[in-house]
């Protein structure tokens, strides 16, 4: 009688594999995100149609950077954990060239601010000339998250 032979496990060291998979599941980092908040956050939330995204570009979260095929499922992602994390994420300023080197000796170093961060308005209210706005947290809430 033979042995039993042990199972191969399929890819299993072919790097190429991983490599595609890590590409593909990218999503855009947190100083991008701000970037795009401070400066289209309107333009985003308004696209022009493409067929070729979800939902024809029509629903765009700007805080997660992600697309829905209709406004009932971008509706329940402003619900979900995901998105109330990433909020959580996005209300320390993102980090810079800058303020690593003051925090490495070559400058006087300033803590990052803390902001308030709301969800982002509907189309209807976008239209109508609402922004997403980043402002400073008042003192009494730094104060509370400390």
């Given at each position: 009688?033979?042995?039993?032979?042990?199972?191969?496990?399929?890819?299993?060291g072919?790097?190429?594999?991983a490599?595609?998979?890590?590409?593909?599941?990218?999503?855009?980092?947190?100083?991008?995100?701000?970037?795009?908040?401070?400066?289209k956050?309107?333009?985003?939330?308004?696209?022009p149609?493409?067929?070729?995204?979800a939902?024809?570009?029509?629903?765009?979260?700007?805080?997660?950077?992600?697309?829905?095929?209709?406004?009932?499922?971008?509706?329940?992602?402003?619900?979900?954990?995901v998105?109330?994390?990433?909020?959580?994420?996005?209300?320390?300023?993102?980090?810079?060239?800058?303020?690593?080197?003051?925090a490495a000796?070559?400058?006087?170093?300033?803590?990052?601010?803390?902001?308030?961060?709301?969800?982002?308005?509907?189309?209807?209210?976008?239209?109508?000339?609402?922004?997403?706005?980043?402002?400073?947290?008042?003192?009494?809430?730094k104060?509370m998250?400390?």
């Amino acid at each position: 009688m033979g042995m039993v032979q042990k199972r191969k496990k399929t890819h299993a060291g072919d790097t190429h594999y991983a490599r595609k998979y890590r590409v593909r599941n990218r999503t855009r980092d947190l100083d991008q995100i701000d970037d795009d908040i401070q400066k289209k956050s309107g333009e985003l939330i308004n696209q022009p149609v493409d067929l070729e995204q979800a939902g024809m570009a029509q629903f765009y979260c700007v805080h997660c950077a992600k697309y829905f095929i209709n406004d009932h499922a971008m509706q329940c992602h402003f619900k979900t954990k995901v998105h109330k994390r990433r909020l959580k994420a996005l209300e320390l300023e993102p980090y810079s060239i800058e303020e690593s080197e003051k925090a490495a000796g070559h400058g006087s170093y300033v803590k990052a601010k803390k902001r308030v961060m709301e969800t982002q308005p509907t189309k209807e209210e976008v239209k109508a000339g609402k922004r997403i706005k980043l402002e400073e947290a008042p003192e009494k809430v730094k104060k509370m998250q400390e």
